[in-house]
């Protein structure tokens, strides 16, 4: 098809005419996504880090030695009754024996001499569904401290305060600076096709003479846009494939915990998010252009 | 301004500079909206129809202007050709036709050749050819000898009479006395966008 061929060929002409403001806003573009694509990256590990964490012991009461059986059963079932709860298991003294025994195997630096008293208490790990209600329920439960069955209420939600806040933090300014770089790269493409326009203006000018529709005359910019778009799209991809591993790693080393990997099923919905986002920013900044120059 | 032009005529529109013969065939390509009244152009209300009418229009209303509106970087045919590829023509019928109004214009030896290889004359012939490719029913030319020395002039002149008279409605605004008085066709003289004169068989001065 000629026409198709004419299509392509214009787009392709019109990056490479100026190619030093085409490479210009292809980075910015580039840019734009590569955070776009960090962006998406870290939520989602912030996201599996919550849910990993989520399954953890948050909140141990540990136990005074002598407490009965049904007292424990009594506050366990009070526990349990909380909707922020989800589980509760009860460690007993061999129990954690045995635990520490089994840390010790693995760890060389590690030994125990003497095991012929077990001074380690029972206790009841809470298991939330609501980690974000860990405070909360600590702080109701160390009302319990000195009154004969709790011996010491341990919280370990730091790490998830941790995790909640920076999921928040990053939610919120990965947004603002997000919806930034897109008003930025949105801005240098319209101009960019801008230029590609006007280098084009006497060929626009016969193609409207000889009756050319407006989107026959629209669809090279808009696809010189998208082009634009695309090889932004392919940068910042190539960014995250080499960038991926030493920043996760990292990132997993500052929150002291789960090392986050994705499945090939986020990386493919990934890249399928940046081109989407390339060819809408790229496509919709060439409207945008043509839209005040078609208008007259 | 209450103006008619028949189907198969050949009117000349003369006056002054600024008198109003641009702004007249801008009115009927629809690059212009007038403020009040109405335009019809083969039978269609200029003014009312839609936007995206507007490409329709111009293909059944071929245009050439005096600074001929080439495409540097393309050939002679590839010039004629661009008409039909933009509006959306199979490759087969973009060559014929192309061929077949090169020929009329008899730059068929010339196809290949770039616009800064050819004559005035060549290159007007070339944005003829483009006005015709799409086979219009009017063809508007708008001062095309403005550029042309006479000798030039009188073969544009020539051939827009062979097109005429092969159907096609010619209207040509030009500021050439010599030739409106030897064709001694209808002249519509325009004054400060005013019809001031309009004669069968005029002459370019009362």
Do not use: C
């Not at chain 1, 407490?67 to 298991?89: G, K």
């Not at chain 1, 960019?192 to 000018?205: K, L, N, P």
């Amino acid at each position: 098809m000629k026409r198709v061929e004419y299509v392509l060929a214009s787009a392709a002409q019109g990056f490479w005419r100026n190619p030093v403001m085409s490479l210009a806003s292809t980075f910015t573009v580039g840019l734009m996504l590569l955070l776009f694509a960090f962006f998406l990256a870290t939520d989602r590990g912030l996201q599996e880090a919550v849910s990993v964490l989520e399954s953890k012991v948050e909140l141990a009461l540990f136990l005074e030695d002598d407490t009965r059986v049904s007292d424990v059963l009594a506050l366990r079932a009070r526990i349990e009754a909380d909707p922020a709860v989800s589980r509760v298991l009860y460690v007993s003294k061999d129990d954690a024996m045995a635990r520490l025994r089994e840390i010790a195997e693995r760890r060389k630096d590690f030994d125990i001499v003497d095991t012929s008293a077990n001074p380690l208490q029972a206790s009841l790990e809470i298991k939330l569904s609501r980690p974000q209600d860990a405070a909360r329920l600590a702080l109701a439960l160390r009302d319990e401290v000195g009154k004969g069955v709790v011996y010491e209420v341990v919280d370990n939600p730091s790490v998830v305060d941790k995790l909640l806040t920076i999921t928040r933090v990053l939610s919120i300014g990965g947004l603002a600076v997000l919806a930034m770089m897109l008003i930025v790269a949105l801005f240098v493409i319209v101009n960019t096709i801008r230029i590609a326009v006007h280098a084009r203006r006497d060929e626009i000018e016969i193609m409207k003479l000889v009756g050319a529709t407006d989107w026959f005359v629209r669809w090279p910019f808009i696809l010189e846009g998208m082009l634009v778009g695309a090889l932004g799209a392919v940068a910042a991809l190539a960014v995250v494939l080499v960038a991926a591993g030493p920043m996760s790693n990292s990132l997993a080393g500052f929150l002291e915990i789960v090392p986050l990997s994705f499945g090939s099923a986020f990386l493919w919905q990934l890249v399928a998010s940046v081109f989407a986002l390339a060819l809408l920013v790229g496509g919709g900044g060439a409207m945008l252009s043509m839209r005040t120059h078609l208008a007259k | 301004m209450d103006l008619q032009i028949e189907s198969g005529d050949f009117v000349f529109l003369v006056g002054s500079s600024g008198a109003g013969k641009s702004s007249l065939i801008r009115l009927l390509i629809r690059d212009e909206l007038p403020s009040t009244g109405r335009v019809w152009v083969d039978g269609q209300d200029v003014v009312r129809m839609p936007r995206s009418a507007v490409p329709r229009l111009r293909r059944r209303v071929g245009v050439v202007f005096q600074d001929f509106k080439l495409l540097p970087r393309k050939t002679v045919a590839e010039n004629v050709a661009f008409a039909l590829l933009v509006t959306g023509h199979s490759a087969d019928v973009v060559r014929e036709e192309t061929d077949r109004a090169l020929s009329l214009v008899g730059l068929s030896p010339r196809r290949e050749h770039f616009p800064d290889q050819l004559s005035g004359g060549e290159q007007q012939r070339t944005a003829i050819a483009r006005a015709l490719v799409s086979r219009p029913r009017i063809l508007i030319a708008d001062e095309p000898t403005g550029n042309l020395d006479p000798v030039t002039s009188w073969e544009i002149i020539k051939l827009l009479v062979r097109v005429n008279e092969l159907g096609t409605t010619l209207v040509m605004a030009t500021h050439n006395a010599e030739i409106v008085n030897a064709l001694r066709r209808r002249v519509i003289h325009l004054d400060r966008g005013m019809v001031v004169r309009d004669e069968r068989e005029g002459l370019y001065a009362a």
